[in-house]
């Protein structure tokens, strides 16, 4: 396999080509399919045109308006982790804590079963099966990834029982689903699990399945992948992925990140939540200042920071030729052209000469309608990720929670600056080491 050519571009020119105006040109598959396909099968991450559209189709009403707002069994899981948050004003660090709460309720929204991580106190990692074969499947898709010009060579009988593991419990997830939709009462009461919804649109089984870890897989694997910036082509691809549950984890860690960095935006946020009646999906929706300090967060430290495709075929980009570089560049079949979104949140021509400082204020002005493909915390275009009003749903959920039970955080980590880590998200090396004071209760 010879070594392709990458090219690099923060121009929203190029972005909306790539994306959207162009798409047709750009591909998925032939980047994806050797190391996830053991696990995922075919889906929205490794399908392209037609069949990705179909792919899409078999998941899009569970993602719609009444299943993503649907707070009440998802608070479940926020109250529990709540529980275990400290209030005598010792140290915690809020991440881990976030990726288990997002490991239970993505487990639960996708298979209908959580595997209860936040019941196991001070342990990171549960006992249910289906977190321990992962740890071992995302080891081994990470080696296959990386070993892509020598795919041949990969020999892993561990990877392939993990994955076995993992699929015989999605398995077991669709069959029960099926026995649930003969019972009308109980397909009523999990109207916004995701199998429950997809056994209504197929009957192929290996597609169901399919479909499930494709919508699981994308944030959900905490690879230990770590670099200052990515260079080689296997590490620009091991960092582009989509949301998924690991995704909103993530989020939710940095904006308590910048929050105990910020106090003054906890208090000021703090201030409007309390004006509120009660918290719910809908009452939150009015609360501009909460989804500024979501998208302040989007914008500086983006759980995405990096998208990929390849060209399936000869194409151009509208910018990067000529003298002058404002000029077409000629594409050829088979390079990888790289997006850092991180490094177009941050570009001063657009978002101010304080554009690398975390300043939710900054939104009082701004406008989404204003920033199409300047601003992609979500990506773009046919791939854009369906999952995104729930991941900002259930983000928006859990910090009015926290917030309102704490009445102020304290950072407790010595370094103050935002270190990376690399996965298949970017996460904070350093963790989320605060110290939360709890509300006194009127």
Not at 348 to 356: L, T
Not at 391 to 402: D, K, W
């Amino acid at each position: 396999m010879a070594i392709r050519p990458v090219i690099r571009t923060t121009e929203p020119q190029n972005v909306q080509s790539v994306f959207s105006l162009d798409a047709d040109s750009f591909g998925n598959r032939p980047l994806r399919y050797f190391a996830f396909s053991p696990l995922v099968g075919d889906g929205v991450m490794t399908l392209d045109g037609a069949r990705h559209e179909r792919a899409r189709a078999l998941i899009r009403p569970t993602f719609s308006k009444t299943h993503i707002e649907n707070e009440e069994a998802y608070d479940l899981h926020v109250q529990k982790l709540i529980k275990l948050l400290p209030t005598d004003g010792s140290t915690v660090d809020l991440q881990p804590l976030f990726e288990r709460l997002d490991l239970d309720s993505s487990t639960e929204f996708i298979f209908g079963e959580s595997v209860q991580s936040l019941d196991e106190g001070d342990s990171l990692v549960s006992s249910h099966r289906f977190p321990a074969a992962f740890d071992v499947a995302q080891q081994g898709m990470g080696a296959r990834f990386r070993m892509l010009p020598f795919n041949v060579l990969h020999r892993d009988e561990k990877f392939w029982e993990a994955c076995s593991t993992i699929r015989q419990f999605v398995a077991e997830s669709v069959e029960k689903a099926v026995a649930r939709r003969q019972d009308s009462k109980e397909k009523a009461a999990k109207s916004y699990v995701l199998v429950d919804n997809v056994v209504q649109e197929t009957s192929d089984k290996s597609e169901i399945q399919d479909t499930l870890m494709n919508v699981f897989l994308p944030g959900a694997s905490l690879f230990l992948f770590q670099a200052k910036w990515a260079k080689t082509v296997s590490q620009i691809l091991f960092a582009n992925l989509s949301i998924g549950h690991d995704t909103i984890a993530i989020l939710l860690s940095n904006i308590f990140f910048h929050l105990a960095r910020n106090p003054h935006a906890w208090k000021k946020l703090r201030k409007h939540l309390l004006e509120l009646s009660e918290i719910t999906t809908s009452s939150l929706k009015r609360l501009e200042y909460l989804y500024h300090v979501i998208n302040e967060t989007l914008r500086v430290t983006p759980p995405v920071s990096n998208m990929t495709r390849i060209a399936i075929k000869d194409t151009t980009l509208p910018l990067g030729g000529g003298p002058d570089g404002y000029s077409p560049v000629f594409v050829p079949r088979g390079t990888v052209v790289a997006s850092s979104f991180y490094a177009l949140h941050h570009r001063k021509d657009i978002y101010g000469d304080d554009a690398d400082t975390w300043r939710p204020e900054r939104w009082e002005e701004l406008k989404l309608s204003t920033l199409a493909w300047k601003f992609m915390p979500f990506g773009g275009g046919a791939h854009v990720c369906p999952g995104q009003n729930l991941a900002m749903n259930r983000v928006a959920f859990t910090v009015a929670r926290i917030v309102v039970a704490f009445d102020s955080i304290e950072n407790r980590d010595p370094v103050a600056e935002f270190v990376p880590l690399y996965k298949l998200v970017t996460a904070s090396q350093n963790g989320v080491k605060v110290a939360l004071h709890k509300a006194a209760v009127s």
